[in-house]
């Protein structure tokens, strides 16, 4: 889905259907399945979207991109300002239920790339913690991954919310046993889709 064709928001009825079909795909991922399932079935005033604000201090959804070059070789990593660590592109819902929509629109925004597109489905889910900032105490992310696709060229800008970007063979990172545990389990995922 291109940026200019989704839609501005869609209901989260969609999300409960792709969090089967990665159970199927990932049956030994189950548990964070359910830990999603969960925070999804919680309502607030008989409505889920309390779960995509990210006043929700006890935790809520956000979404990332797992940001791949046209020839499916290398990812798209920021050098993230505030956690100090390389990690893919994402950030908030923000009340948005599309998922897919807000990895996409992340995508752009962090990477000043255009002409990208998300594939439909999920293509990872991570649950981690976030440490106390500020006024913001501690709290998890829900984070659910989708692929997207440069198909316009690969020079990007240095946004503020990032030190540095920088495009990695997904080979290395998934051999490099100092990367972000997720981040390996997202290269793996993909050599076995593109081996």
């Known amino acids: 889905m291109r940026m200019s064709e989704r839609p501005s928001s869609r209901t989260s ?9 990665y159970r199927k795909r990932w049956p030994g991922e189950g548990a964070v399945v359910d830990e999603f399932q969960a925070l999804l079935d919680e309502r607030v005033d008989d409505t889920p979207a309390h ?16 940001l791949v070059d046209a020839g499916g070789a290398r990812v798209l990593l920021t050098h993230h300002r505030k956690l ?54 501690g709290h998890w992310h829900y984070d659910a991954r989708y692929v997207v696709r440069a198909t316009a060229g690969e ?11 920088a495009w990695r063979d997904i080979a290395a990172i998934q051999a490099d046993l100092a990367a972000d545990e997720s981040l390996r389990r997202m290269a793996r995922k993909w050599l076995a889709r593109h081996p």
């Open 13 to 21: 009825a969609g999300l409960p259907v792709e969090l089967t079909r």
């Open 84 to 137: 100090g660590r390389w990690l893919q592109l994402g950030g908030h819902a923000d009340g948005d239920t599309d998922l897919a929509a807000v990895a996409l629109r992340e995508a752009e925004e962090e990477s000043g790339l255009s002409g990208l597109v998300v594939e439909a489905g999920l293509f990872d889910l991570d649950r981690h913690w976030i440490p106390e900032r500020g006024d913001v105490p």
């Open 155 to 165: 020079a990007f800008v240095v946004g503020y919310e990032s030190l540095d970007l």
């Open 51 to 66: 779960a995509f604000m990210r006043e929700r201090l006890g935790g809520h959804f956000t979404a990332s991109s797992w």
